[in-house]
């Protein structure tokens, strides 16, 4: 146990349960506040925190050397197709367990978050669930399909139609799934559609008996939005203010906010979706198809095709009134626009105050995300607004071109992307969604391996965008997730074997590594890795939980 000196590292030890040994703490003044509407719980939120920072607030593993993880160390926990996209911690119960919450889309699942034994099931779905078994099998079926296709690569298709043909019909049965939240009473909030009607509800689940870990999960509550107004959306992205109301956003860029005890309803249309623009059954292919940020000063931050908006909630209503604090800018869209949650960085009454986000191009922007200070002169024939932008890219592994679906990670005025683009991409699957999952599973094959990720720093005394480093290793399909003992925690590849890589955040040196093995069980497919002092874990291509221990006498 390390020796705690820092105010700030004693409350977040308070705060999480844990004492944090870090090496540095020179973004301790710089950390987003903690939002006590969600769960105190490591990960009560898609992005970790309502921010969507992705910050871990206490130290990752540690290790000396690198090497290979035993079978003993890694353990597989199904939970069904595209119900593990995002699954999320509670706060301790009175008994100190946490519970796992996972589903959205045949099912809702409580783990003991120790063990990952199932608790108890609450079934979403007429029909058959899909059993662990079946996941297993799926997996098998896939790692046969991808050994058959590294002999002869004109079978990589097969794979391919494998996996989007299983996986893209479950997300759309839980559309809305991926961003929900665990609230401070241990309660999950998701949102479900109703694939008959059209009907989009915020669902509540929650113990039997309140405080009693065992208990059985049941529906508490449900709140119905206007079924006139979003028979023909899907939901998209849901997230809490500082003052307790659910925000949440559909595909077709309808924002509403819900009160917390689901009696008021405020609601406004961004811009840019007026007359119905942006509506569509794909997946992610509507006027807004990424999450949303928030900040403890009411900004909501929602990037769509083509604009990144600072939506306001005054407190009462929500507002893109410029008196109010909104602002709207726009920015290069590309085709499909940003494929980036905006994440707020900068925190503090002595600190710069920014959002970054990438547009749909492949630039870096950086935006004032309050008042834009009174000296600041701009960037020539940008919007004043923009505060930076640079070419994101990943050194001599940078693609012609290319499109980045994972969002930014922060700590401090820093933040990262790993490349998941490859120089040769899969052929075109004939619809977004499709792709999508195409090349997520291509990093598989030697055709198409992925290298690089790319920190870049705001430098407050230059007032400058910066690159800090860039890697050359191997990090997609991922979010990374950096931790405050100033380490980066990614899922990569090295060869054939899926791995995990450990990068010094501040000078992005490789620290050491972990091979966990040559499976399709290892690939994140774009979900954030997770860490806690004890085991690293992530999502299997949204169906199963991966737990790593890298300690050799850890006991399970």
Known sequence: MCEVKNNVKF????????????????????????????????????HVDAT???????????????????????????????????????????????????????????????????????????????????????????????????????KAQNVYERIYDTMIPALKKGAGSIYKFVNNENELYICIRDPLTGQISIKVFGDSEAGNFYSPIVLKRSFDFP?????????????????????????????????????????????????????????????????????????????????????????????????????????ESGENGSGTTPTPIGWGKSNDLLV???????????????????????????????????????????????????????????????????????????????????NYTATTFKEHAVFGGAKYEWNPERRELEVGWITPLSLAPTICTPSINNLLYCIGRRENFASVEVINWQTGKSEFHYLIGDSYRYNPAACNTRVTEEYIEVSSVGSAILRLYPQKNFKK
């Open 11 to 46: 409350l977040l030890s308070q705060v999480f349960g844990i004492f944090i040994c870090a090496i540095s703490y020179t973004n301790a003044d710089n950390l987003p506040p903690l939002n006590m509407y969600l769960a105190d719980s490591p990960y009560p939120i898609a």
């Open 52 to 154: 969507a920072s992705g910050l871990a607030r206490w130290s990752g593993p540690v290790a000396e050397r690198s090497r290979t993880l035993d079978d003993n160390e890694i353990i597989f926990k199904p939970v069904g197709f595209a119900d593990g996209f995002s699954y999320l911690y509670s706060g301790h119960y009175p008994n100190g367990r946490r519970a796992i919450f996972a589903g959205g889309a045949d099912r809702i699942t409580k783990l003991d978050a120790d063990t990952l034994r199932t608790i108890s099931t609450y079934v979403l779905r007429e029909g058959p669930l899909y059993s662990e078994m079946q996941v297993e099998n799926f997996f098998d079926d896939v790692d046969k399909l991808i050994f058959e296709a590294r002999e002869d690569h004109t």
């Open 227 to 331: 079924l006139d107004k979003v028979s023909d959306s899907l939901p998209m992205a849901m997230n809490v203010t500082y003052d307790g109301w659910i925000i949440a956003v559909m595909n077709d860029g309808q924002v509403f906010a819900v009160s917390p005890d689901f009696k008021k309803l405020d609601y406004l249309l961004l811009p840019e979706a007026q007359g119905g623009a942006g509506k569509s059954d794909q997946w992610m292919g509507g006027t807004v198809r990424n999450s949303i940020a928030i900040d403890d000063d009411g900004g909501i931050y929602i990037v769509s095709r083509v604009f990144l908006h600072r939506v306001q909630w005054t407190g009462s209503r929500l507002s893109l009134d410029t008196a109010d604090g909104a602002w709207s800018v726009a920015y």
């Open 356 to 438: 970054a986000m990438l547009d749909g191009v492949g630039n870096v922007n950086i935006y004032w995300r309050d008042v834009i200070p009174e000296d600041w002169e701009g960037i020539p024939g940008q919007p004043r607004r923009l505060a930076g932008t640079l070419p994101l890219t990943f050194g001599e592994n940078t693609p012609d071109s290319f499109r980045i679906e994972s969002s930014p990670v922060a700590l401090g005025y820093g933040f990262f992307w790993p490349n998941d683009t490859a120089k040769n991409q899969p052929s075109w699957q004939g619809s977004f969604d499709k792709q999508l999952f195409a």
